[in-house]
């Protein structure tokens, strides 16, 4: 018996001494997932008015020929001719004009076959007014908050002077919404209105922290007229306008080491996103860098304009985008010219316009200086 218990000990000896050379583990890993988003967020518009009183850039009616607005007599003959009434029969002049020949002859005067010439219609003269230049201008955009589905909207009247109103009035509140439709409706009397519209990029939120990153970014934009368009040529010609566009983005802060971030969304406030002045230059502040001035005014086309076209570039320490604000602008530089000004047409006329953006990383490598190095 004793024998037999002994070698059973030495059986559970041997066995434990088996599993003694098992080891097994238990370890846990983290995926890190955020992609970018790229959105339309916030528009502005403006009416500039460089003029002073309330009759400037007068025209005839019909032919556009420049008119003195004072005129005064039946034959709108002017102060400046020295006839300030009505012409009456006399010696010196059997052929009295009438307001209703001029309306009717175009202003050609004279015997027929021939003979005199007159300014045309100098008793239809049009011309602008103080109030009329500056009101008749305002923007309606419907939009969703960012990752909701309801349809607020919203109607803004037009900037004075210099000083644009915008849909959302500060720079961190468009990183929150999304526009849906979006229409600028002017109707002043000049085409002296500027407008723009915001492209809203949040980047990942996947730490690059150790990685060097390129960056390409690009806006471009075509104009499409509809409507009137005299001799062919549409709202784009009418109004001369112009386009140009700026960019500025915030970079990424080193804030997670080796992909072990917190669970929790980084915060939309001021501190983070990329902000433009009221000069759209470069809201100054840590991390920020902008390209205002990569890109010139540029005429309106049909055909896709690139106004931005930055391939591959540094964003600066090498870092990567975090938030970025495309913003495209549009002035109609015809009522600015007091030489060559018309007036808006009354016949419905105007474009669409599209905008093209795209933000991507182009590039990533080693980093050969980011502060610190590898920690172990």
């Known amino acids: 018996m004793k024998r037999f218990v002994k070698g059973l000990a030495a059986t559970a000896v041997t066995f434990m001494a088996i599993q003694a050379n ?12 955020s992609g970018p988003s790229i959105y339309p967020c916030n528009a502005g518009l403006l009416t500039e008015n460089p003029y002073q009183g309330d009759k400037a850039i007068c025209y005839t009616a019909d032919t556009h020929e420049v008119c003195d607005p004072d005129c005064v007599g039946v034959d709108c003959q002017g102060k400046d001719n020295g006839k300030p009434g009505p012409e009456l029969p006399g010696p010196g002049n059997p052929h009295p004009h009438s307001a209703a020949m001029e309306l009717f002859t175009g202003g050609h005067h004279g015997p027929p076959g021939g003979g005199g010439h007159q300014p045309p219609r100098k008793n239809v003269c049009e011309c602008t007014t103080e109030y009329g230049r500056k009101n008749g201008n305002y923007l309606h955009a419907t939009y969703t908050p960012w990752g909701e589905n309801n349809d607020p909207h919203k109607d803004v009247i037009s900037g004075q002077g210099n000083q644009f109103a915008k849909l959302f009035n500060d720079e961190v509140t468009p990183y929150k919404n999304v526009l849906q439709t979006l229409a600028f409706n002017l109707g ?14 949040r980047g990942s939120q996947i730490d690059y922290g150790t990685i060097n990153t390129g960056w390409n970014i690009l806006a471009e934009t075509a104009v499409t007229d509809f ?7 549409g709202y784009s010609k009418l109004s001369d306008l112009e386009m140009k566009a700026y960019v500025i983005c915030t970079n990424q802060n080193k804030t997670c080491e080796h992909g072990n971030c917190n669970e929790y969304d980084t915060a939309i406030d001021g501190a983070q996103v990329a902000q433009f002045n009221n000069a759209f230059l470069d809201y100054l502040g840590q991390g920020k860098f902008h390209y205002s001035d990569k890109s010139n005014w540029q005429p309106a086309k ?10 591959n570039e540094d964003l600066g320490n090498h870092a990567a985008a975090k938030f970025c604000k495309v913003r495209y602008v549009y002035s109609e530089t015809n009522g600015l010219d007091k030489h060559k000004a018309k007036h808006r047409k009354w016949q419905k006329h105007g474009a669409n316009i599209c905008t093209h953006t795209k ?18």
């Open 302 to 311: 049909g055909s896709f304009t690139q106004l931005i076209d930055n391939k």
């Open 188 to 201: 002043s009397e000049l085409y002296t209105a500027k407008y723009f519209v915001d492209i809203c990029y």
């Open 359 to 376: 933000i991507e990383m182009a590039s990533m490598g080693e980093c050969s200086n980011c502060g610190g190095g590898h920690h172990h």
């Open 22 to 33: 098992a080891v097994q583990v238990t370890y846990t890993f983290r995926v890190n997932s």
């Open 227 to 233: 409507g009137f368009a005299p001799q062919g040529q």
